[in-house]
């Protein structure tokens, strides 16, 4: 009896393909939940806000942190029904330490931190924790779970652009101090305080406060800004690549899963045609 509702609890839990419409119902619930919280955090920073419905969100605070451990406890509850969590305490322990069940953890367990006084810091930082159930949507989100595989899929090439994108902005950094530190020591006192105006400016940001002001200073800006341009495009193109090849794999993958069948000949229409009698379809 046990056995079998863990397994349902697991089913409603963690099935995939959410066939069953009491899962589907809560993950639509739960992702509700999380938008939902996140929208109340951004409503407490407003004092006038807070001040009128304090009661009523610090109550859906405490609900959705109920929700919330309930699901932590039954997934571990539930885990040992795969056959790789198995063990009833190695197992579980094993399940707690996988990337989702962290996330899981870190969205509800901040607010079961004791404080032994009334300290503002960290009530705001109990605030700002509230954030990090928006990961939980990693879960859910059909979204996240294609720019994990496209990230799985491009990590090399993405690794790469970074070492380059670093490499340059400390090679930048270095050349703005020694152009720069003479003529405006307060603004590039040293390299570290130089790699500000780096990003800005590979970034194309350019927000002014720091600039050169000398000739060779000027021109390395220059070069700088145009570099940045083509760099920073580099990974958004890697990324959108992958994206459109992800996208074609699931679509193939949902066919050949679930694939369509005449209904007259009972053959897969998603094949190629073969000869010229498939033509009939």
Known sequence: MVKKLKRRVFLLLEAKQHQQKLSRFFDYFLIFLIISNT??????SVEEIF??????????NRFSVGVFTLEYILRVWSCTTLQ????????RLRYM?????IIDLIAFL?????????????????RLTRF?????????????KVLTQVIAL????????????IFLLIFSSSLIYFAEHEAQPDKFPHIPASMWWAVITLTTVGYGDVYPITPLGKLLGGILALLGIGLFALPAGIIASSFTEIIAMNKIAKKTL??????????NIDQPLDDSTDLDH
Not at 39 to 44: D, N, Q, S, T
Not at 52 to 60: G, M, S, Y
Not at 97 to 101: D, H, K, N, R, V
Not at 258 to 267: A, E, F, N, R, V
């Open 97 to 101: 330490l996988t990337p989702l069940a």
């Open 154 to 165: 491009r990590r090399e090439e993405l690794i790469l652009t970074l070492n380059m994108v």
């Open 132 to 144: 990090l159930q928006l990961l939980k949507l990693g879960r859910y989100s059909r979204s996240i």
């Open 51 to 60: 001040e009128v419905h304090q009661t009523e969100l610090i109550a859906f």
């Open 84 to 91: 790789k969590y198995r063990h009833p305490i190695w197992g």
């Open 39 to 44: 929208i109340a955090v951004c409503m407490e």
């Open 110 to 126: 901040p607010f079961y931190l004791p404080f032994t006084r009334v300290d503002f810091r960290a009530i705001q930082l109990l």
């Open 258 to 267: 679930s694939p369509k069948i005449c209904p007259h000949c009972g053959k």
